[in-house]
């Protein structure tokens, strides 16, 4: 009986060790298992911030790739606008001396239209006087513009040029008219026919008068009544109301050339 006690005090001291010796390796890994969560969460903590730190560098890295691809652009452009500069700079270059010259041009062009115009003027009066109410108003009108400040240079001579035009046009058309002139002492209306420069005739409006200027004499002399049915065609051509056709109309050859003196 003794030993069974014996025995069993051993057992029961045994058991409370075991137990005790389980109890202390249960808290044991307890005390594991807690930490091993504590490193888990403060792992996954760890990776969270890693992965936002990535997102950011990514991001970053980024805006940085199009910071370097917007300055690669930028570049271009300020080269090409400094091409652009330096052409402009060439080019108001040329400008200021293109002006220069302008102001040079003005101040020789303008006593070379004077001349032009007193030339024109002569040779007007020295020429066969048609229409010359009307040319030489034309030329009244430029030596009129010519002292005029608000008409430029340019418009100047392009109105010089155009009444030259005008002039040199008459040379090569045929033209009727209708105005006045002294007829037997009195003011009568005619048809006027130019040909040219070489010939300006009239007729009367009956039909009964003809006369052709004499650049000799400086007068209109009466022609011969075998150009009547010639002139009287010849004036319906140049209104276009006949066929163009040959016309025989007399011509007035100069006996002498007269000279005009030069303008200085």
């Not at 069974?4 to 409370?16: E, H, R, T």
């Not at 030489?136 to 513009?145: A, D, E, G, T, Y």
């Not at 276009?240 to 007399?250: F, G, H, V």
Request: hydrophobic letters at 45%.
């Amino acid at each position: 009986m003794i030993h069974f006690k014996n025995a069993l005090q051993s057992f029961v001291l045994s058991s409370c060790t075991l137990l005790m010796v389980f109890q202390a390796h249960a808290a044991s890994i307890d005390a594991a298992i807690v930490k091993g969560e504590v490193r888990a969460n403060s792992a996954k903590a760890q990776q969270v911030k890693i992965d936002k730190v990535d997102s950011q560098t990514k991001s970053i890295e980024r805006d940085y790739r199009a910071l370097v691809k917007e300055v690669e652009g930028l570049e271009v452009y300020v080269q090409q606008l400094n091409k652009q500069l330096a052409a402009q700079e060439s080019e108001l270059a040329q400008i200021d001396e293109s002006i220069k010259q302008v102001t040079l041009i003005e101040r020789q062009i303008t006593p070379l239209m004077l001349k032009m115009i007193e030339a024109i003027d002569l040779f007007v009066q020295a020429d066969v006087p048609f229409q010359k109410a009307e040319r030489m108003k034309r030329i009244q009108s430029l030596k009129n513009m010519m002292g005029r400040s608000d008409v430029s240079v340019a418009e100047k001579y392009r109105k010089v040029m155009d009444a030259y035009q005008k002039e040199m046009d008459y040379g090569r058309t045929i033209k009727t008219y209708r105005a006045t002139m002294q007829l037997d002492g009195a003011e009568r209306e005619v048809d006027f026919l130019r040909v040219g420069r070489i010939a300006l005739m009239y007729q009367s409006l009956d039909g009964e008068n003809i006369g052709l200027w004499d650049n000799d004499t400086r007068r209109f002399e009466t022609a011969d009544a075998e150009y009547k049915s010639k002139l009287t065609m010849a004036l319906r051509i140049a209104r276009e109301q006949a066929a163009p056709d040959l016309i025989k109309i007399p011509v007035s050859a100069p006996l002498s050339v007269k000279a005009i003196a030069p303008v200085n």
